[in-house]
């Protein structure tokens, strides 16, 4: 079973963000812009049709891989993906119940969700998207977790909302892919880190020695679908890393244990060929697809990368 008709109807223009009463405006580039609306049209489609938790892909067991034609609403072993995703990514930072967690760019507050019932730790997410935050505040508070988890508005690539020293750890999932600045990212991340303190992430990434014309012809297109601002490479990340004090323990992919994310995608894909109704061919419908289309093939070329790493404030 695909996305329906009226799922489509979020990705429409007629759609508003919900506005937070309590959150200043923070300085945006135009870049940002596009970022919030992007995540204002598409957060309910993933919501209904990826997860009502998490927004990033997932880690596979053997056996969990989906059927042919499986989405990912249908996949039993998905959402078992998704919290092996985050297990797997902040293994690293040996995150303890007295710890202050910051999920950096937190979607709808899965990650943050599960750290806080698993680790028994305070969180804090912060994001550029208030009609996320809305979402996530008002899971907080249905949860019974309003004493352990909160959100604050943010714009990671301008500035982190913490003193300086104050945080045990940071979080970051498939997140700064859209930051317009990594490299000031990476410097707040620096800077409000306790000395020991570690940043545990994951991001869509280029391979070191992708040819010019093909990033070009994959990435580059992507990019603009996505509204992502470039991606790095491993080489460019650990680099920017290292720029800003911290210091890189470990550089890992997932062991092919990722890979049935694409299977999904190209099921959703798939499915969504299939529809047959007036919405196919309005102008969301079809970025919608170019969307999916472009991502499944630049990773099936092997020219998209999911990697995960790990840095400490010495």
Known sequence: ????????????????????NDTPEIPLSEHERSVITHYDKM???????????????????????????????????HARALERMVEVIVAPAGIEGHHHVVDAGCGVGGTAFHLGRTRDCKVTGVNLSKTQLEIARSKAVNAGLG???????????RSLPFADGSVDVVVNI??????????????????????????????WMVRDTIPDSQHKRYIQPL???????????????????????????????????E???????????????????????????????AQLERVCVAWRHSYLDIRRYCAVKS
């Open 147 to 157: 004493d352990r988890i909160d959100f604050k508005y943010a714009n990671c690539s």
């Open 174 to 203: 498939e997140s700064a892919r859209h930051y317009s600045d990594r490299r000031t990212f990476l410097q707040e991340v620096y800077r409000i880190l306790k000395p020991g303190g570690r940043i545990v992430a994951s991001d």
């Open 259 to 289: 890979y049935d994310n694409l299977h999904l995608l190209t099921n959703t894909y798939q499915s969504l060929g299939l529809l047959r109704t007036g919405y196919t061919k309005s102008p969301a419908f079809v970025k919608l697809m």
């Open 223 to 257: 990019c603009e679908d996505w509204m992502l601002y470039n991606l790095e490479s491993q080489s460019s990340y650990t680099r920017l890393l290292q720029e800003a004090g911290l210091e890189v323990i470990e550089f890992e992919g997932f062991n092919g244990m």
């Open 43 to 77: 957060t309910r489609v993933f919501y209904l049709q990826w997860s009502s938790e998490h927004f990033h892909f997932g880690v596979f067991k053997p056996g969990e891989r989906p059927r042919h034609n499986e989405t990912p609403k249908e996949s039993d072993g």
């Open 1 to 20: 079973m695909g996305i329906s008709a009226d799922e489509l109807l979020y990705c429409d223009d007629k759609q508003d963000a919900p506005t937070l």
